[in-house]
């Protein structure tokens, strides 16, 4: 065919057909080359992360310093966006393609070792003594045993307490938060530092998080769900008394509204325009990035029940079991206490999910001054967040943030509110 | 026994030689079509008889979805949704579309510039255009609210509120109907001049001409912009997703939003897969129904 290529006018068909020749040639180039990959001796390792660009170099070098400990174990990584990944990992599962361990957030933790794409790993966490489980947070590593057993390991875990522009309180002359608040100093103080000629709230409102967070409720000694999951309780006089408290602070514009909330691409707190908000543990690296104004932590305030707060966290599963092995000594070092130091305690990428790697966060450059408000809420009075049981627990989150939007632009009571959500959800969990 | 007189007509040799090539070079497609498109297409009906999670638990549960879904009030609340966007962008968008091809019909100068302008968002990504209107209908410092506060009207939180959200999305879908303008403008570009000549010598005036002689004559291709219109309202999802999620309390919560939801996100993929034949069935009646009253104002040559 070349020749005739060559020594003649080139027609449409001759045209047509080296162009069919040659895309096969390449394609079956190309199938050539993968399986040359593959042939190799070592062992691969196939991980899905969530890792925005600012956090690669640190797994990179993890992963190099753990290829070298290793030379028969190969790590290979995809990303994908934290959205993103929710949806691609269940539909990586329906194809038989998962990766060998898989980034998992906590209200994943469930429905994936429900669906066994987080295999139980419970033999391996537990029988392996140099990777002392017991060192993890019993709230953290909960989540990750919805039957009883370990299906993923930890990495992370932090309460929410509460975060404080210093500049906003400096400017207006009034005491940092401490130890002793209660929500009435909250409310107390939100009220002093809103200055509506400035644009300044003393509350930064009330997010769709709020319908999960403990913070929002168990000081007055509300709780959303039962123990099992099966039962709701919103519709309370203490769940009332809760959320009336902070929408309050939004009727009375010392907290800005859904609609002067959208002003501010990355929220009115990080905005800089209010006094006051609630924040994770995970907040604070981008606050310390991106902040154009100084902050600090306190503890989450006592209410007129109880102090308690909410936290939750992310973990890592192994889902594939021919590969289990060479995925466990991978995860046994990147989830050590040196592992969870090197990745998100030194780098203060988040609050380790080990107690023994925690000061290295509390250390960190980037941490807030009181960062250790967030060990002591771990240690005293955070409660994991729910649901992270019920396979139905997204769908009933779905009507109870409905319900709060409703609640918070005013077209429906707090009242009203709960009890629509106290019904709708539990009918999702009966039937 | 009788043999079948039919004959294949008998190919020659170059001729079953070009066939050979057409069904290789058609093979691709055709293997894309029935792995990507028909393939899907059957295993979701399969799948919308079972209680399949997306991932592992499957059990045959015949027809309950389907049953299912008359009692799930956020169906109704999604279709409803959908048919208050459907008929505000339709009409809406088909009426603007209207007046701006008739101007751009006209010979004013930059015609091409212009029709190029109002064509681009159509072919504008829909994550791009999303987050280009959260800015524009931002109660604080929005375009939008602005230019209302010229005429001294303050305008609402347009996505945060209950009433506001889907005309604030109805207005960006009209926004977005460039290709309806193209289409009509084309067809009014087709009506041959003699007509309009004709009927101004028996006297019509402009309304007349346009009610008389343009209408009945565009009709076809405004049939064909309403029916792909509709259609489209129904497959609406990404502005959706990305400008208000459904909300606020379920306002803007539009088919496909749901049906997303179920299948990705509560682990009910058998259950959205009956949404989605649902929503197919949906279409079919509605476009049978557009036909049918069709035929009573679209006027073919």
Redesign the interface.
């Known amino acids: 065919m070349i020749k005739k290529l060559l020594g003649k006018r080139v027609s449409r068909r001759d045209f047509l057909k080296a162009a069919a020749a040659t895309g096969g040639g390449v394609a079956l180039s190309a199938m050539g080359i993968g399986n040359t990959a593959f042939a190799q001796d070592s062992k691969e390792v196939t991980m899905a992360l969530t890792w925005g660009a600012e956090f690669r170099p640190t797994q990179d070098e993890f992963d190099a310093n753990f290829m070298d400990r290793h030379p028969d174990i190969v790590i290979d990584k995809q990303y994908s966006t934290w959205p993103d990944h929710q949806t691609v990992i269940p539909t990586w599962a329906a194809a038989g393609i998962l990766p060998d361990i898989v980034y998992t957030h906590g209200t994943r933790a469930a429905p994936w070792a429900a669906e066994e794409i987080n295999k139980n790993i419970d033999d391996l966490a537990t029988g392996d003594v140099e990777f002392n489980v017991d060192d993890i947070w019993d709230e953290a590593l909960n989540l990750y045993k919805p039957q009883g057993e370990i299906t993923a390991i930890p990495y992370d875990h932090g309460p929410i307490i509460l975060g404080y522009n210093k500049d906003i309180f400096d400017a207006a002359g009034y005491a940092y938060p401490d130890e002793t608040w209660t929500m009435d100093d909250l409310r107390t103080a939100a009220v002093a530092l809103t200055d509506p000629d400035n644009n300044v709230w003393g509350w930064a409102g009330i997010s769709n998080n709020a319908v999960r967070q403990g913070g929002h409720f168990t000081p007055w000694g509300g709780q959303g769900w039962s123990e099992d999951e099966t039962q709701l309780s919103y519709d309370t006089p203490e769940m009332n008394e809760a959320f009336s408290f902070w929408i309050g602070m939004i009727e009375e514009g010392v907290a800005p509204n859904a609609s002067q909330s959208e002003a501010f691409p990355t929220g009115p707190w990080q905005g800089g325009v209010v006094a006051m908000s609630p924040i994770a543990s995970w907040d604070t690296p981008a606050l310390a990035q991106f902040a154009s104004f100084a902050w600090d932590v306190a503890p989450w305030p006592t209410g007129p029940v109880q102090k308690g707060t909410g936290s939750f966290g992310s973990g890592f599963g192994i889902t594939n079991v021919e590969n289990r092995d060479a995925a466990w000594t991978y995860m046994r070092e990147y989830l050590s206490e040196e592992g969870m130091t090197f990745m998100w305690g030194a780098s203060g990428r988040g609050s380790p999910a080990r107690q023994s790697a925690y000061p290295s966060w509390i250390a960190a450059p980037i941490a807030p001054a009181g960062a250790s408000y967030f060990l002591d809420a771990l240690e005293n009075y955070a409660q994991t967040d729910r649901p992270h049981k019920s396979l139905k627990g997204p769908e009933v989150e779905d009507v109870l943030i409905s319900e709060l939007e409703l609640m918070r632009s005013g077209d429906k009571s707090v009242a009203d509110a709960l009890r629509s959500m106290q019904d709708l959800g539990q009918a999702i969990l009966d039937g | 026994m009788i043999k079948s007189t039919r004959l294949k007509p008998k190919l020659s040799k170059r001729e079953l030689q070009?066939e050979r090539?057409f069904y290789?070079?058609i093979s691709l497609w055709l293997v894309g079509f029935i792995v990507f498109n028909a393939g899907p297409l059957i295993a979701s009906f399969f799948i919308s008889l079972t209680n399949w999670?997306?991932?592992?638990?499957i059990e045959w549960i015949g027809f309950k979805n389907y049953v299912d879904i008359f009692n799930d009030?956020l169906f109704w609340i999604s279709l409803r949704n959908t048919f208050y966007f459907g008929t505000g962008s339709v009409i809406g968008g088909t009426a603007v579309a209207l007046v701006i091809a008739s101007i751009l019909n006209q010979k004013i100068p930059g015609r091409n510039v212009l029709r190029t302008i109002f064509f681009m968002p159509w072919v504008t990504t829909g994550v791009a255009v999303a987050i280009m209107w959260l800015w524009i209908l931002?109660?604080?410092?929005g375009l939008l609210n602005y230019g209302l506060s010229l005429v001294d009207i303050q305008g609402?939180?347009w996505?945060?509120?209950?009433t506001w959200a889907m005309p604030a999305m109805i207005i960006m879908a009209i926004w977005q109907n460039g290709q309806t303008m193209i289409i009509l403008l084309a067809a009014l570009s087709g009506v041959p001049k003699m007509f309009y000549e004709a009927a101004s010598l028996d006297g019509a005036g402009p309304w007349a001409r346009f009610r008389h002689v343009t209408l009945p004559m565009i009709s076809p291709a405004m049939f064909f912009v309403v029916i792909t219109g509709v259609v489209g309202a129904f497959q609406a999802f990404v502005t959706f997703q990305v400008m208000t999620g459904?909300?606020?309390?379920?306002a803007t919560?539009v088919y496909l939003l749901y049906l997303v939801?179920n299948a990705?996100?509560?682990?009910?993929m058998g259950y959205g897969s009956a949404l989605a034949w649902m929503l197919l069935i949906i279409v079919a009646l509605i476009t049978w129904l557009q036909f049918a009253i069709g035929r009573r104002w679209v006027h073919y040559e």
């Open positions: 070009e090539w290789g070079f999670t997306g991932v592992k638990t009030r931002n109660p604080q410092v609402p939180g996505l945060t509120s209950q459904g909300g606020p309390g379920n919560k939801d990705f996100s509560f682990f009910k």
